[in-house]
């Protein structure tokens, strides 16, 4: 069974950038879709972006959209996730998730879609 953990959160500035990786153990990820997803304080979690196995399909949030990139190293089993100008309403716990199956350029972005998920790391934007 893959396990996911996160890392690369702090607290930033309003206008800087994060980097957030996911590194994997335990099978290769280049069987698996994966997504980034967020959780605020008393919200619910909600989708960031995503990416296909074959990593030529992606989706993103409107509200991050041309703010944040999605990547994946198949050859490190790491995910990543570039976010820029960051805002204030970034902030959140993030979470990486994985889901198996679907085609090599399925791109899945509901949280009933992934079917694992690591830990979260902390992302805070200071205004």
């Known amino acids: 069974q893959v396990q996911v953990v996160e890392s690369g959160g702090g607290l930033v500035p309003a206008g800087g950038s994060l980097r957030l990786s996911c590194a994997a153990s335990g099978r290769t990820l280049s069987t698996f879709a994966m997504g980034w997803f967020r959780q605020a304080p008393g919200k619910e979690r909600e989708f960031v972006a995503a990416?296909?196995?074959?990593?030529?399909?992606?989706r993103y949030a409107d509200s991050v959209k041309d703010r944040v990139t999605i990547s994946r190293d198949n050859a490190k089993n790491t995910l990543y996730l570039q976010m820029n100008s960051l805002k204030s309403e970034d902030t959140a716990v993030y979470f990486c998730?994985?889901?198996?199956?679907?085609?090599?350029?399925?791109?899945?972005?509901?949280?009933?879609?992934?079917?694992?998920w690591g830990q979260g790391t902390q992302v805070t934007v200071s205004s």
């Open positions: 990416i296909s196995r074959s990593a030529s399909s992606t």
């Open positions: 998730a994985i889901r198996s199956g679907g085609g090599p350029y399925y791109v899945p972005t509901g949280v009933a879609d992934f079917g694992s």
